[in-house]
């Protein structure tokens, strides 16, 4: 009976045991469904916000086909499934076109395609003022004096640019200017005497040939050469200048460098031959996302000495030294706003500057 009765009590022990797990059981897989629902839910409401980002954007998201086996989906994640895997962003062609690259374009340190076509329409504003001490006798008296010459200047600028085979590019450019100088005489610190003028019309056109010479490497930059013919075929133009740069790029995601040195040559004009100059400018590009960038350039020209029936005329060289703070944002396929703000760090530099410009990427290519 001793034996019975023990065998019935281990039977129901038993029992019990599996009847908690079983029930155990149940209640972790409840959580893991629970769970599993709450996981989908919130990647559900990723890819919808993922999907109205690229709408924003303009990019494609392609995803893994339904009818594709269990045994692909169980393999370890290629390269290749991670760029197509859901929510990841692939940059069609047409939107490959970063504001970074296209703002480098624009600076000229990166060239377009074989066939592709840039129009920029812009438009500068700009700014200086000079101040002039003398003297003048008047009643047998000196007085101090100080003649006020200010400049403003507008320029719409229509500027196109044409890729060309051998990793070169055509530039041509054709500006319309307004100019208006203003002269006042102070004497004593009183305006004694003023006078205004003003100026318009078409602007020296411009033609000019770069090709890459030197692809980015490991520790060597993108380098490209730059020759430009500055016409005298303008109302408001000046001299015939011929201008040859050679720019540089190196990449450091999110931030790009750039420098640029240039040597330019104006040809005589009568008795009048402005002295050569020569200029350095450097500064970065960063990408804020894909659709805007920042560009901080510092810009150093050094003028000789301008030369009248052959001779120099002594004090006319002239140091010009500018900061360019400037920004891109991309309105839609093809279309790029820039803008940006010059400040002159010298005297014989413009005080302030500003441009906006439109570069526009014509779709397609022309061959």
Known sequence: MNAVFFRNCLAVSVLALFTLAARAQDITVQELER??????????????????????????????????????????????????????VVVEEGAAERALERSLTRAGVLLLPTGALEIEPGLIYSRQEDTSPDFVTSDDQILPSETELNVTSLTA?????????????????????????????????VPTDSSKRSDNGLGDLRVGLAKTL????????????????DTDSGETGGF???????????????LTFVGRLSYEYT?????????VATSVNFGSYIALSPETSLNFIFSATHQNETEQSGSK???????FGTLVIGGSTLLGPGA???FSVGVGLTDDAEDFTVSMSLPIRLDGRLF
């Open 313 to 319: 005329i002594d004090g006319s060289d002239r140091d």
């Open 240 to 254: 015939e200048e011929f201008r040859t740069s050679l720019s540089a790029l190196k990449r450091q995601d999110p």
């Open 35 to 88: 769970r599993l629902q709450q996981r989908d839910s919130t990647i559900i409401e990723l890819l919808d916000r993922v999907e109205a980002l690229e709408q924003r954007v303009g990019v494609r998201r392609q995803t893994k086909q339904p009818d594709e086996s269990l045994e692909q989906d169980n393999a370890p994640p290629s390269k290749a499934d991670i760029t197509q895997s859901p929510g990841a």
């Open 157 to 189: 600028d229509l500027a196109l640019r044409l890729g060309l085979p051998w990793d070169s590019q055509l530039e041509v450019g054709l500006p319309y200017r307004w100019l208006e100088v203003e002269s006042v005489t102070n004497v004593g610190f």
């Open 336 to 338: 790029l706003l820039h």
């Open 267 to 275: 040809s005589r004009d009568g008795e009048i031959k402005p002295g």
């Open 214 to 229: 030197l692809r980015e490497g490991l520790w060597r930059p993108d380098v490209v050469g730059r020759f430009t013919w």
